[in-house]
């Protein structure tokens, strides 16, 4: 699998388009990421992603592939669903 990056937009060997913007927001809200939201995939989005795929027990290379995007997806709705409140 190869990830290529380019204007914020990676691309996955499925041609799925990630948007890399939004991946560094959903791992700043899962508490990975610290620094500011770039649409690079920086150093430091690496470091985050790294961090993610080792919690989760996925393949530590730093790209974004299949796996680790459905693993980030799963821990976002999960987040989500602590965050509803509860209706009495």
């Known amino acids: 699998m ?9 691309t996955v060997a499925s041609k799925e388009k990630i ?3 939004k991946i560094q ?5 899962l508490g990975y990421y ?10 430091a989005t690496v470091k985050a992603v790294k961090a993610f795929q080792q919690d ?4 530590v ?13 799963s821990a976002m709705k999960n987040k989500a669903k602590e965050q509803k409140p509860i209706a009495k």
């Open 61 to 73: 290379d730093g790209k974004i592939g299949k796996q680790t995007l459905k693993a980030l997806r």
């Open 25 to 29: 927001e959903d791992l700043k809200t």
């Open 19 to 21: 948007n890399i913007s």
């Open 56 to 59: 989760n027990k996925l393949k």
């Open 2 to 10: 190869f990830v290529l990056s380019f204007a914020g937009v990676s």
């Open 34 to 43: 610290q620094g500011d939201i770039t649409g690079k995939m920086d150093d």
